[in-house]
């Protein structure tokens, strides 16, 4: 049992880690540099990023890694993890809540007004989106994150 336990950790680490980056690149510059072109092509380029993301590779380290988190939470309350149980049930709350639930909760919302937006409205649209998207979006970088830094060190207690 440890040594699937070592394996789950080890993947949700990475999982969380590499969402993490990605989220964390959007925030810190790849919104910053939409911003800053007209509304209309901001617009364009975000729905188009928005229907391109949906591919297998980020789907199974963001879907992937929000199942590991139910896993190894639960088993976390139940034993499994030893030492590093707080450490693995803090690390899969912050990534389910912070990054999965917000992604739900804010992002999606977000990206579906932003689909449905007519060209009129596309400049006040864009200005609210830049800023509650980014915003919300940082909440899921920081929370993939430290997700990562607390599932690495419950792997390194062993």
Same mark, same amino acid.
């Given at each position: 049992?440890?040594?699937?336990?070592?394996?789950?950790?080890?993947?949700?680490?990475?999982? !969380?880690?590499?969402?993490?980056?990605?989220?964390?690149?959007?925030? !810190?510059?790849?919104?910053? @540099?939409?911003?800053?072109?007209?509304?209309?092509?901001?617009?364009?380029?975000?729905?188009?990023?928005?229907?391109?993301?949906?591919?297998?590779?980020?789907?199974?380290?963001?879907?992937?890694?929000?199942?590991?988190?139910?896993?190894?939470?639960?088993?976390?309350?139940?034993?499994?993890?030893?030492?590093?149980?707080?450490?693995?049930?803090?690390? !899969?709350?912050?990534?389910?809540?912070?990054?999965?639930?917000? %992604?739900?909760?804010?992002?999606?919302?977000?990206?579906?007004?932003?689909? @449905?937006?007519?060209? #009129?409205?596309? %400049? #006040?649209?864009?200005?609210?989106?830049?800023?509650?998207?980014?915003?919300?979006?940082?909440?899921?970088? #920081?929370? !993939?994150?430290?997700? @990562?830094?607390?599932?690495?060190?419950?792997?390194?207690?062993?």
């Amino acid at each position: 049992m440890a040594h699937i336990v070592f394996i789950l950790l080890f993947a949700a680490a990475i999982g !969380s880690g590499v969402v993490g980056g990605m989220f964390y690149a959007f925030s !810190s510059f790849v919104m910053a @540099a939409l911003g800053r072109i007209a509304p209309e092509q901001g617009v364009a380029a975000m729905n188009a990023i928005n229907v391109t993301v949906i591919t297998p590779s980020f789907m199974v380290f963001f879907l992937g890694t929000a199942l590991l988190c139910l896993i190894l939470g639960g088993g976390a309350v139940f034993g499994w993890g030893g030492g590093g149980a707080k450490f693995i049930l803090a690390a !899969s709350v912050l990534y389910f809540v912070g990054c999965f639930g917000a %992604t739900v909760i804010f992002n999606v919302p977000l990206n579906d007004q932003l689909a @449905a937006v007519t060209p #009129a409205d596309q %400049t #006040a649209v864009w200005v609210n989106y830049l800023d509650r998207w980014t915003m919300w979006n940082s909440v899921r970088a #920081a929370a !993939s994150i430290l997700s @990562a830094i607390l599932f690495t060190i419950a792997l390194l207690m062993g």
